[in-house]
């Protein structure tokens, strides 16, 4: 079993910052890519910034310049989006996904959390 934990999300005005954390736990041997993804009300879900295994970062065009990707030095299993410069379209579920190899395992195998609500206030 492999489990993604988000946190971090609330309600901000718009301008305004937040972070959000998210930390894989589990049965697992190595991660490879991790990603944020975001679904606004009655809209389809829609890949936000990924990083990978080497720290290579890439953002969607709605969130380049604001928002910025990391994972944890010290645990790399735990990835954080810092959101700055809010916009009440940002407003979305956010989903934080991740690439695991199992133990004894030969493929990645991709898992997603529950999602935390971020909600921008005009």
């Known amino acids: 079993q492999v489990h993604l934990v988000e946190s971090g999300g609330g309600l901000v005005q718009a301008g305004g910052s937040l972070r959000l954390s998210c930390e894989v736990s589990?049965?697992?041997?190595?991660?490879?890519?991790m990603a944020w993804h975001r679904q606004a009300p009655g809209k389809q879900r829609e890949w936000v910034t990924s990083?990978?295994?080497?720290?290579?970062?890439?953002y969607a065009d709605s969130v380049k310049g604001r928002f910025t990707i990391s994972r944890d030095n010290a645990n790399r299993n735990t990835t954080y989006l810092q959101m700055n410069s809010l916009k009440p379209e940002d407003t979305a579920v956010y989903y934080c996904?991740?690439?695991?190899?199992?133990?004894?395992?030969?493929?990645?195998?991709?898992?997603w959390g529950q999602g935390t609500q971020v909600t921008v206030s005009s």
């Open positions: 996904t991740a690439h695991v190899m199992p133990p004894y395992g030969s493929t990645w195998l991709p898992y």
């Open positions: 589990g049965s697992i041997f190595s991660i490879n890519a």
């Open positions: 990083i990978t295994s080497a720290g290579t970062t890439n």
